[in-house]
């Protein structure tokens, strides 16, 4: 005998091995003959992948029975499909009374003939090849089997071949094995993909996983001792294994969260088996999970209950991430060794366990499998990916640095979170980590993320955070936080008035602050002391009214008759005060409360000293001056200016300090050609803070410029300055 039929027999055996499940005589006879057909049919001097083309059909059909979890039709039918049907063996399949195995093989020949090597529209072939299960579901998944082999033997095929075949195994055949619940083989292909395909990432990866084996390992047993203590005294049977994650399952969430290698958490798993009678596989499972939570802290978002409702490919398990008492997180796979023999055998196992017959099953199953399938209309990688179970869909479960869980509503952002930890850090919050990257304090938060907060003493709250905080406890404090602040401002801008007025030999009582509340359109004592103190009063203005003589409404009204206009100044009609270069014999300002530039939406406020000023409708103050005074209201719009014309603007910037910030800022200045007025900025303990006055030609610009800061890197926000 050749050392080639030894091989050939030695090959034999170890598929009979393979083989799920008792195998008949009539099985082993049925190889026996598939064996010498294929001898006789593949050609001794031709070779496939580094060795004759009888021992690499011989192991592609033990990876058919071993991997794939096929029965003996299957496992012939991938032993032979190598033969064509213009070929002498063809006839001879027919000895082994099987019709089945002609089809499966005619089959696997148009699978490969879909495969082409400029693999460009992976959605459009995937549907092509779920084609092919129209006529015997062991065909796609023998397919399967021949590109594992393929793909483990990667460096045999020539060089301009390769790049191709990882990249369609990547994008095809790996979601394909996910999909069907070979999650072994769709890690496997991932990896050896990757592997040639992103060769430093894959390399760098693979280093930083033998370099932490000794830690990984003690940690291991750390956290496995405890949980086998209880699991014994319980008196249960089970297996506890640790499995790493895959080098491209590490990689993919490296780039997902934006994070080095040390920051991701669930590096390997611990996977707890357990042997246990049919009737109470779900009970044993969940007594599991109440042991592995009682010792260490879960992430209720990272729960996953596939017993309760399996996947559509017949994955059962029960999956949750702990933290441990050190900060580690470690993701805990609980099942019954049934579910284990699915979860590692995917489709066959599932129809074995179902008690369905020989191969009929399979169809069964995949008959299943197509009508899910055909539902989905989604492209590309959205459409092979799981759909996440709506789990606390009210409420979003977030971490602290140290592990400590937090609940808060759905939507809740970086603040709420800050308030949550306690209100000081809520106050004093400027930004915020999640997941390890930076984020702004709007950033709305999903489940299980890890969040930390960065502060600065030189932080208060401010009023704009009202508009996108939802926790009471958040609204309650900046509110609070607000008055005090206006109560603290108040009490100064009160000093300053009786000082000024003592000053003036003016007597400070009631009738004098009345007096100016009705000129300035206010509703308390304490809203003109803050009005005064922060600058929106002018005292000298206010001294003139005060000795101003008095004269009824309807005496002020009449020296002003030609603004009793009562409209919304926003709304278009023709009775406008229009503001532009060619007005004669009109004195108006700009506000300084809020800085208008040409293309604001504006309106005209007639003071009784200094003319018209002109308002953004944005102003903090049009509320008052629109309800207290309509009669002083002016409606404006504007007309075309002098181009070389500036309106002076404020705009303030923050973020995190970054090498060359304030470069590329001065930058996009020059680029605008605009005239800088002033650019003052500091930074400290990592924060930047900044704020630039600036003369615009018109609110174009000023956005332009906002934008074009905000894309700056190191910079969270960039706000435009009312006064």
């Known amino acids: 005998m050749s050392d080639l039929a030894v091989k050939i027999r030695s090959r034999q055996s170890l598929v009979l091995k393979a083989l799920p499940g008792p195998v008949t005589e009539a099985e082993k006879k ?37 991997e794939i979890g096929l029965a003996m039709p299957a496992v012939i039918s991938a032993l032979l499909s190598g033969i064509r049907e213009e070929s002498p063996g063809w006839q001879r399949i027919d000895d082994l009374h099987d019709p089945s ?67 369609e195994t990547y994008f095809l055949f790996a979601p394909l094995a996910h999909r069907l619940g070979y999650y072994n083989i769709k890690s496997e292909m991932e990896d050896l993909s990757m592997k040639l395909m992103e060769p430093a990432e ?46 491209h399952s590490i990689w993919q969430k490296m780039k997902k969260q934006g994070v080095a290698f040390e920051e991701v958490f669930d590096i390997f798993a611990i996977r707890i088996i357990i042997d246990s009678e049919p009737a109470y596989e779900k009970s044993s499972c969940w007594q599991v999970y109440s042991v592995v939570t009682d010792l260490y802290q879960p992430d209720p978002s990272r729960m996953r209950d596939w017993i309760s409702v399996p996947k559509t490919n017949g994955y059962e398990s029960l999956h949750t991430t702990v933290v441990t008492p050190a900060g580690k997180w470690v993701e805990v796979q609980i099942r019954t060794r049934r579910m284990d023999d699915i979860a590692e055998k995917g489709l066959a196992a599932h129809f074995r366990y179902k008690g369905l017959k020989g191969e009929s099953g399979l169809d069964t199953w995949m008959a299943q499998m197509r009508e899910v399938l055909g539902t989905v209309e989604k492209e590309g990688t959205d459409f092979l990916g799981e759909i996440r179970p709506g789990l606390y869909s009210d409420e979003v479960f977030v971490f602290t640095p140290k592990g400590e869980v937090r609940q808060l509503p759905s939507g809740a952002t970086l603040l709420d979170f800050a308030f949550d930890i306690h209100t000081e850090v809520g106050s004093k919050c400027v930004g915020g980590k999640v997941n390890g990257r930076n984020v702004q304090l709007k950033q709305k938060l999903q489940n299980g993320d890890h969040v930390s907060v960065i502060t ?9 955070w009202l508009s996108f905080v939802i926790t009471n406890k958040a609204r309650a404090k900046i509110k609070q936080a607000l008055n005090d602040e206006k109560f603290k401002l108040a009490a100064e801008g009160k000093e300053i008035l009786t000082r000024r007025l003592k000053n003036w030999k003016i007597p400070y009582g009631d009738a004098t602050v009345v007096k100016l509340l009705e000129e300035y359109g206010l509703k308390t004592s ?83 000293l200094e003319g ?25 719009r504007w007309t075309r200016l002098d181009a070389t014309r500036g309106f002076l603007t404020s705009i303030r910037l923050t973020g995190m300090e970054n090498l060359g910030i304030v470069a590329r800022i001065s930058e996009i200045l020059s680029e605008y050609r605009v005239s800088v007025k002033n650019f003052a900025y500091k930074m400290d303990n990592g924060m930047f803070e900044g704020r630039i006055e600036l003369l615009v030609p018109n609110v174009n610009i000023l956005y332009g410029i906002i934008k074009k800061i905000q894309s700056v890197k190191g910079i969270t926000r960039v706000t435009r300055v009312d006064g």
Do not use: W
């Open 612 to 636: 018209i000023k002109i308002h953004r409708t944005s102003c903090p103050n049009a509320d008052f001056m629109l309800s207290s005074f309509p009669y002083r209201v002016l409606r404006a």
């Open 456 to 464: 600065s003493v030189k932080q208060s709250p401010k009023r704009d």
């Open 30 to 66: 049925s190889l026996v003959l598939a064996t010498d057909i294929a001898c006789e049919s593949y050609p001794a001097d031709q070779k496939y992948l580094g060795e004759p083309l009888a021992l690499y059909y011989m192991e592609l059909a033990r990876v058919t029975a071993g």
């Open 202 to 247: 894959y390399d760098e990866i693979e280093a930083r996983l033998k370099q932490t084996t000794t830690s990984r390992n003690r940690l291991i047993k750390e956290f496995s001792q405890p949980v086998t203590e209880k699991l014994d005294a319980l008196g249960l049977k089970y297996d506890l294994k640790s499995r790493t994650k895959s080098i």
């Open 101 to 167: 195995i002609k089809e499966v093989i005619k089959g696997l020949s148009r699978v490969t003939a879909l495969k082409g090597r400029d693999f460009t529209g992976q959605a459009e072939n995937f549907r092509k090849l779920l084609l092919s299960l129209a006529d015997d579901g062991r065909v796609i998944l023998i397919a399967l089997a021949e590109r594992l082999l393929m793909i483990r033997r990667l460096d045999r095929l020539p060089d301009k071949e390769r790049l191709p075949v990882a990249s």
């Open 526 to 608: 304490q809203d003109l002391y803050f009005s005064i103190a922060i600058g929106e009063i002018d005292l000298l203005q206010a001294k003139k009214v005060l000795l101003r003589p008095e004269e009824t409404r309807e005496e002020a009204a009449a020296r002003v008759p030609e603004i009793q206009h009562h409209e919304d100044p926003a709304t278009v009609g023709s009775d406008y005060l229009v503001i532009d270069e060619s007005v004669e014999g009109l004195d108006y300002k700009m506000a300084k409360c809020c800085n208008p530039v040409f293309g604001d939406r504006i309106f005209g406020f007639v003071t009784v």
